[in-house]
């Protein structure tokens, strides 16, 4: 259906093009309109499309399981950073900020849509709440580390770690009042 309506949106894209061009001194505005009208229904198909395949069961757990193993391995390599800090160059720590956190924060990012279809809007804005917040206090890991503020990049460490973990504790709560819920409505 995505391939159906990419091709819509290219005949529609290169005959409006074409009713255009056609006559210089007018348009031709039958073939314009129904050619126009082609490529939004291409765009829509494409869409509802992209919404059905994002929305499956097998996709929802495939992204939930990035979820709840980026945000893990994000609080892992925090604690792992919390406690080597002292070892570490407060000029380095950018450089470590980028080479721990990076791929999970990117896989969190793009995994994070399942969370709110899976647990609903209140959830999602729960965990995006700390998981934003986190991020903010990481960035500012970066910068201070940058600036060679070493009291700001340990503070700042300290806040990140704890708003990760507020936000793995969210995602870990509703998914076991989600299970219990379940579990419940199940007969014997």
């Known amino acids: 259906m995505t391939k159906f309506g990419i091709i819509l949106i290219c005949i529609g894209f290169i005959a409006g093009t074409l009713a255009t061009v ?3 001194e007018t348009v031709r505005w039958v073939p314009f309109i129904t050619a126009l009208f082609t490529g939004i229904l291409g765009i829509v198909l494409t869409k509802a499309s992209m919404k059905k395949e994002t929305r499956s069961a097998e996709v929802l757990a495939v992204n939930m399981q990035h979820v709840e193993t980026s945000i893990a391995r994000i609080i892992m390599n925090l604690k792992e950073l919390n406690e080597k800090r002292g070892a570490i160059n407060t000029y380095d720590v950018r450089r470590k900020v980028d080479e721990l956190f990076l791929e999970d924060l990117t ?16 959830t999602y804005a729960d965990v995006m709440s700390h998981f934003a917040a986190g991020d903010r206090y990481l960035n500012r890991v970066w910068c201070a580390s940058a600036d060679g503020y070493i009291d700001e990049v340990n503070e700042c460490l300290d806040k990140s770690l704890e708003q990760f973990e507020d936000s793995q504790k969210k995602l870990i709560s509703c998914k076991a009042y989600l299970f219990e819920k379940v579990v419940r409505k199940r007969p014997l």
């Open 22 to 24: 056609i006559d210089v």
């Open 107 to 122: 896989t969190f990012v793009k995994a994070r849509e399942s969370i709110s279809l899976t647990y609903g809007l209140q």
